[in-house]
């Protein structure tokens, strides 16, 4: 069984279809004491969504998701970002800055920032191309793929990780900036997988595969 994160933001229909689509038990997490068991009833835990870096943090923190996704990430456990779900796992965020002194704190997984792209034509809407990190080996998130694929995008930050050893792939808008992130079991892409075609669909099911170990098939 696959776990989709729910907190009130959008594309999580989109998500779940193309789990559907690819054969995946899936379901919505319904609260955090699940991601907190011993014995939790998901192989792999998907976070996808769009929305501002301090509402969602909020959220997350309101519902005592936050720490639940930091518990669950600290033990290694199968997780893939989407969109927000890979900028909350930084630090800061351009998007939100401090509010009477006070720093809006994203989950702090990942060590870095989240900032806003530099040009004039922002969000970046449509399809651009993602480069697999030449210099990471063992990458499963894009293992058997091209390269170089086109993916959907539709974003106004990008993310900047201190430790240039988790970035998985690069994308150029403005500037060459970091589209998706791995460190063990922990992914996180910028783009849609789920709105990506073939391509972001072979995606998806590689990194299911790989981590789900055939568990999450209906």
Request: glycine letters at 12%.
């Amino acid at each position: 069984m696959i776990g989709v994160l729910q907190y009130g933001a959008g594309n999580l229909g989109s998500v779940m279809n193309a789990l559907a689509h690819l054969g995946y038990a899936a379901r919505f997490v319904r609260g955090p004491e699940e991601l907190l068991s011993d014995r939790p009833p998901f192989t792999a835990l998907i976070f996808p969504g769009d929305g501002h870096f301090a509402t969602a943090m909020e959220s997350l923190n309101q519902s005592g998701y936050a720490g639940a996704i930091q518990e669950w990430i600290s033990r290694d456990r199968p997780f893939l970002g989407i969109c927000i779900g890979l900028q909350l796992l930084f630090e800061t965020s351009d998007e939100a800055p401090p509010v009477d002194g006070k720093e809006v704190r994203g989950l702090s997984l990942i060590p870095g920032k989240v900032k806003r792209f530099p040009g004039r034509k922002v969000p970046q809407i449509g399809w651009n191309t993602a480069r697999t990190n030449k210099e990471r080996g063992g990458l499963s998130l894009f293992q058997g793929l091209p390269s170089e694929g086109y993916y959907y995008f539709i974003h106004s930050y990008y993310v900047e990780p201190q430790d240039p050893s988790v970035i998985a792939s690069w994308t150029d808008y403005y500037l060459p900036y970091c589209s998706a992130i791995e460190r063990g079991a922990l992914a996180a892409v910028q783009f849609h997988p789920e709105k990506s075609g073939p391509l972001g669909l072979a995606l998806l099911d590689g990194w299911l595969r790989h981590y789900a170990q055939g568990g999450g098939r209906i």
